[in-house]
């Protein structure tokens, strides 16, 4: 429509007096002004919060610090991820807030003698499955000489070590596991570590989830919604 109208007004009729063409470029100056006002009124009209901005949750090391990992939003529509740093013992945290910024602490890593449950969650969001368990990454920690963990946890904050990394000979499972999780379609996680392998350069791998028994389900269930299991 604007190339439209300055169509026609570069097609009328050239004037050779100094008033014509001081009309002509009057009104293409008015054209381009009334078609500015009306973009801007447009653009208002289809993203009128564009500019809305709220800071939810300041993190203080006590609660969490340097949240690398992003958000992934649970089946209970609550907001879920990691902090690399804080928590009760500078292991990282993984958190839980809700879309109005309330801000619970589920588990401080680093819990265990020796932060054999991990240290400093990775990089990548959290992966949910439809139980609602949680799965995810520490690039730290673990049972054999810091070389990562991956976890799994329920909503309430109960997490279990489901592996730890360089278990094998010269780290031939890898170490270090930078990116955390991706859930695929076949059921199992896949993630990437950058250290360990056959030639010390990562790995790519496979972790296939396991049901938890029944007794276990009805536990964490009726389980604590806040705060830290400490585990024994």
Request: net charge positive.
């Amino acid at each position: 429509m604007r190339n439209e109208k300055q169509e026609t007004i570069h097609g009328g009729r050239p004037s050779t007096t100094p008033a014509s063409s001081g009309r002509r470029g009057i009104g293409l100056v008015c054209l381009v002004l009334a078609t500015a006002v009306m973009s801007r009124a447009q653009d208002e009209q289809a993203f009128p919060h564009a500019v809305t901005f709220k800071t939810l949750v300041n993190f203080d090391l006590t609660n969490g610090g340097n949240p690398i990992g992003y958000l992934v939003q649970g089946v209970d529509g609550n907001f879920y991820s990691t902090t690399y740093y804080g928590g009760a013992n500078n292991g990282g945290t993984v958190f839980k807030i809700t879309p109005s910024g309330t801000l619970t602490t589920l588990y401080s890593f680093c819990s265990q003698s020796g932060c054999n449950d991990g240290a400093n969650p990775g990089y990548s969001a959290l992966a949910q499955t439809t139980d609602g368990t949680f799965y995810g990454t520490t690039l730290a920690g673990g049972a054999h000489n810091g070389s990562g963990t991956a976890f799994k946890m329920t909503p309430n904050g109960t997490l279990t070590t489901i592996y730890s990394f360089c278990a094998l000979t010269h780290c031939a499972d890898g170490g270090l596991p930078f990116g955390g999780l991706v859930r695929a379609t076949d059921g199992n996680f896949y993630g990437t570590t950058v250290g360990g392998g056959s030639k010390n350069a990562g790995v790519v791998f496979k972790i296939t989830p396991v049901a938890l028994p029944r007794n276990s389900r009805n536990h964490f269930r009726r389980g604590r919604s806040r705060g830290c299991r400490k585990p024994e």
